[in-house]
């Protein structure tokens, strides 16, 4: 079976701050793609966000679209 595709976000910071995310990610080897999709899993994980929980047709007793 062929691996999914993964989606791609494109981030735009100032230079200030893109200058403490690379120097971050050169001091402690991580990528910034990878470190970015780590901390974005971990801020949904901890504001309790689900893709089945909240998704806004679950509160209309759908599980989707409109027919």
Do not use: H, I, W
């Amino acid at each position: 079976m062929a691996k999914k595709a993964a989606n791609k976000v494109t981030v735009l910071l100032p230079d200030e701050e893109f200058a403490r995310l690379d120097a971050y990610c050169r001091e402690r080897g991580y990528k910034k793609s990878t470190l970015l999709a780590r901390l974005v899993r971990q801020y949904l994980d901890l504001e309790g966000f689900g893709v089945a929980r909240d998704n806004p047709f679950n509160r209309f007793g759908r599980s989707g679209g409109q027919k």
